[in-house]
């Protein structure tokens, strides 16, 4: 249910920064090509990932937070590969201390087709579109499907990215993080108190982000549209259905019930490492779920848990491990 949970928070809040309708800042005054100025820093930034071919990492994320008298710490670590227009593999698998039963999960479109599996009830689906499978794999992901893909991939607009969230960026600093140079830059967001950058100084790109679990001042969770509930469940092939906006909204409730009433503090540390621009082939975005696994017509609701396992979808390359983080 939790992974189900945080699929749909994923999926949600991606959408709604889509179809997001706030007045974006006034255009900054023109800046040199190596002015060190957020706005300047941030478009270098976009300009690099969307002038980018191919892109690869592994990385790790590591989740600190605070539930009432318990400490939870979550350890994510992914593979990334993705390839202009719509091509990626992106494998991820999470260990929790208190120990809890290990996550993972896999999002992939070798070209022609979105998948998403999740590790929990060991089943996957054809999602809608890019944006959706995207985004439905961002919080079960600890955030790995979204930080960079956002930024490389033209179907994200220029407000679905993490970036644009910044509200009144700074920069703090400069700081080495794995031997480069970087601006520090930072701000607040709709959903965070705080979001920092790494951002190398020589290649653009982002070398570590760092978000607060923590509400910005004043801030609640913000609301969901009709038009963002019925986008996310024809992303899952559902039919829209009042029984099928009532469950979405139900989770969506559950969510905000539990950010609020669990006074979560903590921090979220994304580290992207080993990032290359390498030749791929279409055999590089191929996954095969793991022995047993079922292919649904939805991860959304309980018959995601109960199908039959069926054949892997056409195409699909070597066979993964039950927890699914892969090299290439």
Known sequence: MKAILLFFVGLICVARAQDSTETPPPPPPPVQADSSDPASILKRVLTTYKSMATYRSVGRIISERDEGTTHIQTT???????????SYLITWSQT???AALPQGGAVWNDGSQPYLYLLMNNAYAKVGDDVSALGGATAVSGGAANTIPSLFFPAFTDKGFALARLKNPTVEKSDFM?????YVLSGSSA??????????????????????????EGGAAPEVSEDVIEKAIKAMGQPVTEENKKQVRDMIQTAKGTMANGGANGVSTEMQMEITNPKFTDKDFQFTPP????????????QAATSQPEQAPPGSGSTNAAVPVVTH
């Open 76 to 86: 994510t670590t992914f593979t990334i590969g993705l390839k202009k227009p719509n």
């Open 96 to 98: 929790s201390i208190p």
């Open 178 to 182: 794995g031997g480069e140079d970087c």
């Open 191 to 216: 959903t965070s108190k705080k979001e920092t950058f790494w951002i190398s100084k020589s290649s653009n790109l982002i070398l570590k982000y760092e978000k607060s679990l923590e509400a910005p």
């Open 291 to 302: 022995a047993g696994a079922s292919l649904t017509n939805s991860l959304m609701g309980p």
